[in-house]
């Protein structure tokens, strides 16, 4: 965060030096009033009118973002135990494979590939995965025994058929799409 207020102020500089210098005969307070203005609750933020109006008559304007907006996501820390060779632990790594995927747009575009692949339904009840009743990634062929991340060995399914899949054993292939010819 203290890097991001610093980018941000360092870029409030840089723009300040910049209305001066392009308005060499205005004053600080005109120069203030026609580049910088107050946007709910912060003051001096650089925006431009788009040319627009709210009802009230006020300009709409287009703000310049703050770094220090930026959300900061830890990465979470592995397990001092984990070993991504024991097969018991490959529900660990498969949470994690999820996360990751769930945190990045690729990950995301994968994930919504996976469902629609599947017909929105996991292959072991055959009901619908939805956001309330969760999902968890599989992998088809487990990566201790050499799968991969790709797309053909990921399945998505609930996180209690997921449970049945490793307390059981029971073995999953992906379902076949039917073509719509």
Known sequence: ????????????????????RRHPQKGSR????????SSGTRNWVFAAPTGERFPDGNPILWTLRKASD?????HPLIKLEANPF???QETYFEERVSLKM???LRGRKKLIN???????????CQQLITQETGWH?????????????????LIMVHPNCHNQIHVNGLKVVKPVRESGL
Do not use: M
């Open 1 to 20: 965060k203290a890097t991001f207020a610093r980018v941000d102020h360092e870029i409030w500089v840089a723009l300040w030096r910049w209305a001066v």
């Open 102 to 104: 769930q945190n990045s």
């Open 86 to 88: 024991n097969p018991q």
């Open 30 to 37: 005109w120069i203030k009033q026609r580049y910088f203005h």
């Open 114 to 124: 996976l469902w629609l692949e599947q017909d929105r339904c996991c292959p072991i």
């Open 70 to 74: 930026t959300p900061i996501k830890r």
């Open 137 to 153: 990634v599989h992998h088809i062929i487990r990566r201790v025994d050499g799968g991969k991340d790709g797309s053909t060995n």
